[in-house]
């Protein structure tokens, strides 16, 4: 089912807090390429919102990927999806129907799950406070105020830390059963600290000729150096040794 005439790619990420704002952000900005953000998470989202079954739900996930890959098909020069796959109702059957299609996968992880706990709490945080010093709360711009330290909920932190090694593990699965294990491989650690070199790596896999520069829209918020942003570490990092995730909380 594959158009040489369009290169199809997905960006699969176990969940989010990944960098992959600035990846489909980037590539959006770029001409003759097109990126959908997020729509099986949308998808989810409304149906459980309107009472939908898991089964009405996987079909409108499958439907949406078939009219997008129509509408794009011989018209579009590269076209993507940025997919969370903790959203897929139906993985295997979705993900198999993708490579069906000839999608190249770019995936997308952190290997460091506690890093991406304090940064999915303190965009929480952002969100519930309605911060005004940022266009979003989930993904900080160039031009706009790093966040300052906050306080974190430790025992949600934990929890979450689990959670995300957990969704990795499944994505891990997925991208092996259908994929082979093969797919342009993102490590957050190795965006943050080159993202130029990063996004030249995205651009010649998807065939696309390299710019001189990047424009990007993005920058971390939350710093490598936890104690930096957490007002509360010292019971934190106690938390989080006494959970085995000491490994963690370095740089």
Known sequence: MSDPATVFFVILMPWGRVGSNLVS?????TRGVTVNNEPTTRIRTEGHRDGLSLADMAAQQTAQLDAFVETHRGVTAVAGLKLSHRSLVEPKPYLLRIREYGFRPVIMTRRNHLKTAVS?????????????????????RTEEPKPGPTAIDIE??????????KMEKS????IKAVFNG???RIEYAELAADPAATMVAIFDYLDLAVPHSFDLTYRKATSDTLSDDICNFTDFKKAAVAAGYSHFLEP
């Open 156 to 165: 949600e932190a934990i929890r979450l830390t689990a959670l995300f090694a």
């Open 25 to 29: 952000t980037t590539l959006n900005r």
């Open 171 to 174: 994505l891990e699965r997925s």
């Open 120 to 140: 999915q709490l303190r965009a929480q945080d952002r969100a519930n406070q309605a911060a005004t010093e940022w266009k979003s709360p989930w993904a900080v």
């Open 182 to 184: 093969t797919g342009l």
